[in-house]
């Protein structure tokens, strides 16, 4: 399990989850019309795409505590994933209140 969350970093994360967001795309319209059968699979999609962005977060985080002395050419790259990590999870978290219950 320590050697699985070692080898998960920002671009698995980030190519796990744009699948994912892609694939949320393609059922949203179709879960408009039918709900029932989609509901999963819509469901599951969304809850990978926010699982994704938070682990953008989780490990931005984690290198910003443990590596403090980074230069300022990281931080246009610090910036680009915060706002790709709230912009995955943000959707995921909205949305899957609604569609669970």
Request: with cysteine.
């Amino acid at each position: 399990m320590t050697k699985l969350l070692k080898s998960w970093t920002i671009t698995q994360a980030t190519r796990v989850g744009l699948i994912a967001g892609f694939f949320a795309l393609i059922l949203w319209p179709a879960y408009a019309i039918f709900q029932l059968p989609l509901r999963l699979p819509f469901a599951a999609s969304l809850a990978a795409l926010a699982f994704c962005g938070f682990s953008i977060l989780a490990i931005h985080v984690t290198d910003l505590l443990f590596h403090r002395a980074r230069g300022r050419r990281l931080r246009p790259i610090r910036v680009f994933d915060i706002l790709l990590g709230v912009s995955m999870t943000l959707p995921g978290l909205i949305t899957l209140p609604t569609i669970l219950w």
